[in-house]
């Protein structure tokens, strides 16, 4: 921002305070006297039902689409509704993507920005404190309802940010382009598949893209993700019989799938978390000390830093425990499943069972290299074995995702955070994979930031889903502020070409 | 039999031959003579669905209930209904045990007859070739329907029995103790605790047992089984964070469960169905190089050997197979559950487990023992892994039966299928347990014996069920036949005191 009249502005919410220039600080004011207005707007979001995951709530997805689609237009926005076809071989149609576009000025950077309009599913009787469809604000600021922080609240925030600017009389620092999806809480059916149809044409002048819909690393950590795990999700089946047997009958006579299965499981990863795959490490990049020294000065409690599992943590201190989390790959047994239909007699002797398991890999594991070294391993220990049974294994990798915070794109996100929270950004990674992102990176080749908002307790898949209210307007001016900040850096990164 | 004017009596219905003395001759006549009307009665008795496990039926459990009675008193038997209560801690009422006296002669010995008229489940939609309720004979004479051969059909050839031997101008050869069951399907209740309370009452005067509720080992090979394994069935519960976690976020950060769990798993057994368990083998008995020989010679098909479970087997030949099968322990792991409910997201990392495996005891084995080395090799392994969870070891013991073949019962049997079917009976095992025989074993402290009818395919937990009309007709005769052998042996067994 390089502000030349800095001014703090309370914005009387959270005690944080904004290091602002004028602009900026035009803007901001606009948004605090525009704040009462913006409870309002979230709430008739939530108040749509648009859950993806169920077939009988599909409608309210598209009723969602058609909202958003009519705020983005109240604001200027030129909206185009791609349609997706059918879910997967169904009859059911899937909600659009909502697209949108808002300015077309070369002096400006072009930001392409994600959210999504689809919700988890939610009722009352799960054990919510309020109705989760009708957005509850308490006093102590918290809009409670499902979507307020996954992502309804998010994606509202861009429309209230573009008001603002109106408002106030200024222009919005960049070009925008906007993807909205209503796929997201559901498997992201068709997504990867628009963005290679429009890689080239809606969205060949974007510059970078900024993905709102993360949460910080703790509730007490401002944050902005770097990086990524990946994830290879395996599928081990082993066939004996054609039919589940009577133990009594058969317990002895027949080779038992169960017993190579644990076998082969017990194999893979020890108590202490440590991956017995021959080659697993080979790739993995080291930790600086540097990384060790800021991952131990986090401010994350015990709480966060281990969520609600109630310890069990393998790790004596917190740069240890988020280095596993982060930056080391981790192989968990998620469960042997009876393959037959209707198997599973207490005393009986599966026929055919699929173990699941997956590893979660880092920077610089080549998923190609860690496929093969745990094919050869699995099949290595299976052979051993004698067994008379059948082995088959079946592999879906997702690669890690790591992005260089040295962009303008995640330098102006850091400045925008600092302006509006008054504090630097930690530079975190996250221990799970966020797919979209990096379909976004392979396919539009751009770089790809994830903006934070919320905090890891606002209960996103949960049952009392909430957004605190200095997030939610935080939120509206973090995304004004970091338009402001990636134009100025890119008007910089222009000149020093 | 002794007989001194044997005879070959052609019944024309499954090409065997019955050499039998006068009495009998005159009885078995009889039978043929009875023998259309029997499918009426069978008939009758298909037709009410006294489903036992469902509590919707558990109105046709008594009707059936009432119906036995009737039956019971037409031919003279003095029948008491014992009520056994409420179904464990729930509103619903036990079908009644329904008991029966006939005879009480000093000088006949008194046989207490077990057979159960509650049935599996069954519906026509399962894929049933015919309504499983309404008895379908074939032109084959196949008597089709749910619970002509598991239990019906024997416990209605027994009051078939007492008519051929009335119809006939004969006595009956030996004083009848009856207890049919209507729970025998869904877990027995109640009938253990009637056994304790009549034991010194009702059956105070028994000699012997006989349960008619089982089949031959083969579709070929006559037989009764003189042993059953015992069981001792094993939860493992492992237990780490208070609830699952995402495996993104906490893989390699916390402990994990299942890894503990398919560690001790894998240390049981291995892939040729050795128990890995130090000291497990220690009490079993060796089998004899007689036994390894009738073992070979059994009529046994390949099909019914390894039964639908098509191959799969662990040894080449047949008495190795079925020395697996009724004379070795055996360790069968049976599955692993996620022991929260509404827990085991695809990407989980599962927070509880119950790991559920069993051993199949044999002679001489004991129970205490075995349960004590087996707890002591999984907390020995798990102490090993220097795990941070904790583990719980459950134990369920069904002790293994073993019963006197030179017994006058088991002998009265051996003749009576000589005499009806033609050829002498194959001493055999059940790999599987039998609770009730153990029960009447324990309880009475009599001889107890299985007295087969049907024929291992006659799908007596699954679709189809039916009973061929030679194996109904010639129980009848069977039945018969062993009271008068039983009445013979006894009368020798007392001067030989």
Redesign the interface.
């Known amino acids: 921002m390089a502000s030349s009249t800095p001014k703090y502005a309370n914005d009387g919410l959270a005690g944080f305070y904004a290091k602002v220039d004028e602009l900026e600080s035009t803007f901001i004011d606009q948004v605090s006297e525009l704040t009462p207005r913006y409870a309002t707007g979230l709430g008739d979001a939530v108040r749509i039902p648009s859950i993806s995951a169920y077939a009988d709530r599909r409608k309210d997805v598209f009723e969602m689409s058609e909202w958003v689609a009519t705020k983005m237009r109240a604001v200027g926005i030129d909206v185009r509704l791609k349609n997706l076809g059918k879910q997967d071989g169904t009859e059911l149609e899937l909600p659009p993507l909502v697209l949108g576009r808002y300015g077309k000025d070369p002096e400006k950077p072009t930001v392409l920005v994600y959210c999504h309009y689809d919700v988890q599913p939610a009722s009352f009787e799960d054990g919510w404190k309020y109705e989760p469809f009708e957005m509850t604000v308490e006093e102590s600021g918290r809009l409670c309802g499902r979507g307020t922080s996954d992502d309804k609240g998010p994606l509202v925030g861009w429309i209230n940010m573009m008001e603002a600017f109106q408002k106030a009389g200024l222009e919005v620092p960049a070009n925008l382009v906007f993807c909205f999806e209503g796929m997201e809480e559901y498997g992201s059916f068709g997504l990867q598949g628009a963005l290679e149809d429009e890689a080239d044409k809606y969205f060949s002048d974007v510059d970078v893209v900024c993905i709102a819909d993360v949460v910080w690393v703790s509730d007490e950590q401002i944050s902005i993700p770097q990086g990524l795990?990946g994830?290879i999700?395996y599928l081990v089946t082993i066939t004996?019989?054609?039919?589940d047997?009577?133990?009594?009958?058969?317990?002895?006579?027949?080779?038992?799938p169960?017993?190579?299965?644990?076998?082969i499981?017990?194999s893979l990863?020890?108590?202490?978390?440590k991956i017995l795959i021959p080659g697993i490490y080979d790739n993995v990049q080291p930790v600086t000390e540097k990384e060790y020294e800021s991952y131990q000065k986090l401010k994350i409690s015990e709480d966060s830093l281990?969520?609600?599992?109630?310890?069990?943590?393998?790790?004596d201190n917190q740069a240890d425990?988020l280095i596993?989390?982060w930056k080391?790959?981790?192989?968990?047994?998620?469960?042997?499943e009876?393959a037959l239909p209707g198997a599973?007699a207490?005393?009986?002797?599966?026929?055919k069972l699929v173990g699941?398991f997956?590893i979660?890999t880092v920077p610089f594991m080549k998923a190609e290299e860690i496929d093969h070294i745990v094919r050869k391993h699995i099949q290595d220990r299976f052979d051993t074995?004698?067994?008379?049974?059948d082995i088959e294994i079946e592999a879906h990798p997702n690669d890690w995702f790591h992005e260089d915070a040295s962009h303008w794109n995640y330098q102006a996100a850091i400045r925008a955070t600092r302006n509006v929270w008054g504090v630097d950004p930690a530079m975190t990674c996250?221990?799970?994979?966020i797919p979209i992102a990096l379909d976004f990176k392979k396919i539009l080749k751009k770089n790809v930031l994830l903006l934070p908002v919320g905090r890891p307790t606002d209960g996103q898949h949960s049952t009392n889903e909430k957004l605190d209210k200095s997030s939610y307007i935080n939120a509206i001016k973090l995304y004004g502020s970091y338009l402001k900040e990636a134009e100025t850096l890119w008007r910089e990164s222009r000149k020093k070409l």
Chains 1, 2 share one sequence.
């Open positions: 795990r994830i999700f004996g019989a054609k039919q047997a009577h133990s009594g009958g058969f317990g002895g006579q027949i080779s038992e169960m017993v190579d299965m644990v076998n499981m017990s990863v020890d108590s202490n978390g281990y969520g609600g599992t109630g310890g069990r943590g393998l790790h425990a596993a989390r080391k790959p981790s192989l968990t047994l998620h469960r042997i009876n599973g207490i005393t009986s002797i599966p026929a699941k997956s979660r074995l004698g067994s008379k049974n996250e221990g799970g994979s």
